[in-house]
């Protein structure tokens, strides 16, 4: 809590960055950074809703990393240590394949079920008007259990946990629209509306498709300036003798050879050569710039036309490059005074629907004890 939070450090503090695959709203925001600075040694704790990661500062202790997915798991939140690589490759492909498949059973029996409904609103009355209920219940009570899953899991997820977000909204009205469309077609009914509750699941998932795809093809800026850094360099030992090492065994003062086509793998100052360097990948300068000995070269930056030596000056952590890919990360990570207003809304927006659904229940039921239609209208307020 605020008083292990306040409390001096034990250990070196450390960023973790874990996956969070399952969110989607602005109340999984809040819901995740609270559950995790809630946790002893934890500073903070901020959420990426776009790139479904949390990036958590806290003590590097033995297990914090699990401690940490534990907590998540317990409050409903299902979280994984960060794979970059296997995110883009696995997760958000088998996803997006998922979500369309939902989307062309929901589209598909939607149609079906819009052309019964249209008998039924031209006239069909008594054992006709019955049998197009019966026939949509079995359109749609199938596709909404398998096109709506989405929505039912989270919901499910978040009321384990004991709290709300957006899907057990949504997922009320979805089964209470269906529910209520099949006990009035059990009583032969005039009217049911199996329509709304398909074309509900089928719009709310094309938006969930959007958001997915939205995510899938905005890259990350700080993880393409990660791909610009070189893994390996050419080192220049005693006697001239080069040898290739990682750049992680680099140290300052070292001189590596930079061959024509090849990027800087260091901050660092010419030692040796002439030629030029494409800085556009790091400064957005289209034209070529010519170095010298005395010249800076940063790390990234790729070389053009002649070999030259470069003298390192700042590696890893201390280059411009992962400056630049820093201050990037903490700006896809800063929110905006419109997502803090969107999380205060969504605290509220879940209780607030059921409140006036209730209310829709009783003011329609208790005056004359109809509450038959009571449920009718009740459902028409959560849809």
């Known amino acids: 809590g605020p008083a292990a939070r306040a409390a001096p450090p034990t250990a070196e503090l450390r960023r973790f960055d874990l996956s969070l695959p399952r969110i989607h709203c602005a109340a999984c925001i809040s819901g995740v950074e609270a559950t995790l600075e809630a946790e002893p ?70 149609m079906n079920v819009m052309l019964l409904s249209i008998a039924v609103w031209a006239g069909a009355t008594d054992t006709t008007r019955d049998l197009m209920h019966w026939i949509a219940a079995a359109i749609t009570l199938p596709a909404v259990a398998f096109s709506a899953w989405p929505f039912f899991r989270n919901a499910l997820a978040a009321l384990r946990a004991g709290r709300m977000d957006m899907d057990v909204p949504i997922s009320t009205a979805i089964v209470m629209a269906a529910a209520v469309s099949l006990w009035e077609t059990m009583l032969s009914g005039p009217q049911a509306f199996f329509e709304a509750a398909i074309m509900l699941t089928f719009f709310l998932l094309v938006g969930r498709y959007l958001a997915h795809r939205t995510r899938a093809a905005a890259r990350s800026a700080a993880a393409e300036l990660a791909a610009l850094e070189v893994r390996m360099a050419d080192r220049v030992g005693a006697g001239g003798a080069v040898e290739r090492v990682p750049v992680d065994a680099l140290r300052p003062g070292d001189v590596v050879a930079l061959a024509p086509g090849g990027r800087a793998p260091v901050d660092g100052t010419v030692t040796w050569g002439r030629s030029e360097i494409d800085p556009s990948l790091l400064t957005g300068e289209t034209m070529p710039e010519p170095v010298a000995p005395g010249s800076r070269v940063r790390a990234g930056m790729a070389n053009l036309s002649g070999p ?76």
Do not use: K
């Not at 776009?50 to 998540?72: H, K, M, N, S, Y």
């Open 41 to 110: 040694g934890v500073a903070a704790a901020r959420v990426n809703l776009g790139l479904r990661r949390v990036a958590v500062t806290a003590e590097d202790t033995p297990g914090a990393e699990a401690r940490l997915i534990a907590a998540l798991g317990r409050r409903g939140y299902e979280a994984q240590p960060l794979d970059p690589a296997a995110l883009a490759a696995t997760r958000i492909d088998a996803e997006g394949r998922d979500l369309l498949a939902r989307i062309g059973v929901a589209g598909f029996a939607s």
């Open 308 to 383: 030259i030596e470069v003298r390192a000056d700042a590696l890893g952590e201390d280059t411009l490059l992962r400056e630049i890919a820093r201050l990037v990360e903490t700006a896809e990570r800063s929110r905006t005074r419109y997502a803090t207003l969107a999380e205060r809304a969504a605290r509220v927006y879940a209780p607030m629907v059921y409140l006036l659904a209730l209310a829709a229940f009783l003011w329609w039921g208790l005056p004359a004890g109809d509450w038959r239609t009571a449920a009718n209208v009740a459902a028409a307020v959560l849809i």
